[in-house]
C-alpha cells in the first residue's frame, strides 16, 4: 500500500517526553493508522487502527523505556538519567536529568 498522507494529529507531554501522534491516510485504502512518535522518535512497531488511548500510549513509551527515575517516575531512555551513588541497596538507583542534583553523585 502507498501512503496518501502523514499528518500529526495531536502533542502530549507525558513525563517530561513530548509525544506525537501521526495519522496516517492509504492510497487505495479507507482505513487510517495512527503512530506514536516521542521526542521525535517514531515508537509504533505496528501501528493503531484508531486513535490510541491514554493507557496505550503510556504502554508504548513504557516499551521503549528501560529505567525510571525514581522521583518523578519518568521514563529515562538511553544515557540521559544518572546514577545515584547513595541509594540503598535494592532501591531503584537511577535519576532522570530534571531531578538531578549534584549531592546525589
Known amino acids: 500500500m502507498n501512503i496518501s498522507s502523514e499528518q500529526i494529529v495531536d502533542t502530549f507531554i507525558i513525563h517530561g517526553i513530548t509525544v ?5 491516510t492509504w492510497r487505495n485504502d ?4 495512527f503512530d506514536v512518535i516521542a521526542d521525535g522518535e517514531m515508537l509504533t512497531d505496528e501501528s493503531f487502527d484508531a486513535f490510541p488511548t491514554g493507557g496505550q500510549i ?3 513509551l513504557r516499551e521503549h523505556a528501560t529505567t525510571f527515575c525514581r522521583f518523578c517516575g ?4 538511553g544515557n540521559e538519567g544518572h546514577l545515584i551513588g547513595a541509594a540503598e541497596p ?3 538507583p537511577w535519576c532522570c536529568d530534571d531531578d ?3 549531592r546525589l553523585r
Open 20 to 24: 506525537e501522534i501521526q495519522r496516517i
Open 30 to 33: 479507507p482505513g487510517l493508522s
Open 58 to 60: 503510556l504502554g508504548v
Open 74 to 77: 519518568r521514563g529515562i531512555v
Open 90 to 92: 535494592g532501591t531503584n
Open 100 to 102: 538531578w542534583d549534584e
